[in-house]
């Protein structure tokens, strides 16, 4: 898919091969497209039903799990898009990442901005506002503070749409 091929050209200038694990990865488009540029991929996601769909299509290394219960590390980078404002313990949810990142490995995290045009002249009619599925608001400032708290140096942003932040996590040795 288009979308999995830019976000793979944003991540180009930080690395462009080595181990990556895509974190919600629904039936694993960005897995695949890393596999096709040059990457080992990997992706998790609890959507059983995705990653069978995925594996179909793919025959990619996909697998039906939480970050806390995935069993492979030595990760060079993971990427996680549309995820980190779903799950109950962010802070659990950057630990358990770092911990399956190589030294100096790169976290990339994409949620929607809080901070955004729309949502600044929307309020609460924003259409990410949603209490059962969005647990967590993020901005740029808050990611950045959530991945110092975790030993992570942020070295690039982007908003590559007016309600998407994207920030680029180095992890510190």
Known sequence: MEISKERLDFLQPFISAGKLLDIGCSMGFLVDEGRKVGFDSYGIDLNHY???????????????????????????VILTFNTIEHVSNPDNFIFESSKRLKPNGLLVIGTHDFDCITHMIEGRDWKHIMPSEHLYYFTEKSLALLGKNFGFTKIYSNKPIDNLVVCYFRKNN
């Not at 995705?50 to 060079?76: H, P, R, V, W």
Request: net charge negative; with cysteine.
């Open 50 to 76: 995705c990653i069978n769909k995925g594996k179909e299509m793919f025959d990619a290394n996909l697998q039906a799990t939480s970050i806390e219960k995935y069993d492979n590390d030595n990760f060079d």
